[in-house]
């Protein structure tokens, strides 16, 4: 046993982590969210798809130069340590181990499975779903702990092979909706439905989880080939080109099918744009590659989360971090890390349903949507960040010092705006269990050091 890590990945694997993991299960699963969100208002719709984007690219840019700098561990981590502190490192990397990764995991997870159910014709909450959710995740879980370098192959396979829905269905899609006068009506109709409150922050913070995933690529700068030339190549690219693909995706299946038919067609309006366009038998193929698209995103989700409690205990912090900290020879993976990794997963997964999916919620108030808030709550774990990055950073150009991370700090403070004016009293709850998980960490926080 040790406790390096092999440098084993290039930048096509970098990009396709940040391309793979952010396009995937959020642009099927929240687009005809966006669309009820705003009452059918194309044009709002794609606003919120626009400013969700440049939040992603501006936070992702001030990233990009942090790694041109800092290189240890984990990414994210590394930056929180060197420019906040110690603590905050700590107090960072546990909110990552315990609740955002295996959170966003146990989510994806389960979109793979629900749109795999469509296929099927199940019932997205009936127990083959929640069934095929755990074999998904468990499976995740094996490639990635025994056959790490195949799990970076597959990372870009599915790259590949989930750009191929998207760009039909933008190009053919638009075509489609130009020649019959679908796209003109949808974009001119302007809000069908009446909606409270306000749609456009709605909207955004629905776009949030369609658009995160990019910080995970962070996670493997300690396994990447010259990580700081590469890491901030991949930051950089990768969301710029996730944005335009969303956006012309977006206006494509608004070219496929009435804005009301998307709408009512919940968990199945993507298959029926698909069927529309291609035929029944060519949108079910393609929807295929929906699956796998799914799959890629819970693949890269997967490949930071097995590293979490690994970037914990190899600061020599938390729980017996000599058990964490441990790589095998064979598969180089710090496999106790992943093992953690993935029940804390399954825990997040059994919280999912039972607050979300359950004919009867099962935690009262404590119900929240998991795929939204903590990816709220990371975006204002991010601004002190940024704020010591222009105290820290004097070396630097002005742009890169003041101007980028000021962005930053303005792009985060906005999507915590939006989700407390659109979500309301769940983040009181979301921060009472947030505050009692990051307390349980402090306490464990130099537990087992001289063990």
Sequence with gaps: ????????????????????????????????????????????????????????????????????????????????????????????????????????????????????????????????????????????????????????????????????????MAIVGTIFGMKNGILMDNFTSGAIVEVTGNPLFTAVVGTCFAYEGWICATSINAELKDAKKNLPRALTFGTIFVVIVYIVYYVGLAGAVENEVMMAGGETGAKIAFSTVFTNAGGTLLFVFVVISCLGTLNGLMMANTRAFYAIAVRNEGPRPQVFRVVDEVTKMPTNSALLGVMMAMLWLAYFYGANLAPTPWFGAFCFDSSELPIITIYAMYIPIFAMQMAKEKEMPFFQRVIAPLFGILASGFMVLAAIISLGKAIIFYMILFAVVQAFGMALKTYGHNE
């Design 1 to 168: 046993m040790n406790e390096g890590l092999e440098k084993r990945y290039g930048l096509l694997t970098a990009v396709a982590m940040v391309v793979g993991i952010v396009i995937g299960s959020g642009v099927f699963f929240k687009a005809e969210k966006v669309l009820v969100a705003t009452g059918g208002d194309l044009p709002t719709g794609i606003l919120a798809w626009f400013l969700g984007g440049m939040v992603m690219v501006i936070c992702a840019y001030n990233f990009a130069i942090m790694a041109t700098k800092h290189e240890k561990v984990s990414g994210v981590v590394d930056y929180a340590e060197v420019l906040v502190g110690p603590k905050y490192g700590y107090f960072f990397a546990w909110f990552m181990a315990t609740i955002y990764f295996p959170a966003m995991t146990s989510v994806v997870a389960w979109v793979s499975a629900r749109y795999f159910g469509v296929l099927m014709g199940w019932s997205i909450v009936g127990p083959e779903v929640m069934v095929i959710s755990g074999v998904f995740l468990v499976g995740s879980y094996v490639v990635n702990a025994l056959a790490p370098k195949l799990a970076g192959m597959l990372q870009v396979t599915t790259t590949v092979a989930k750009l191929i829905p998207l760009f039909l």
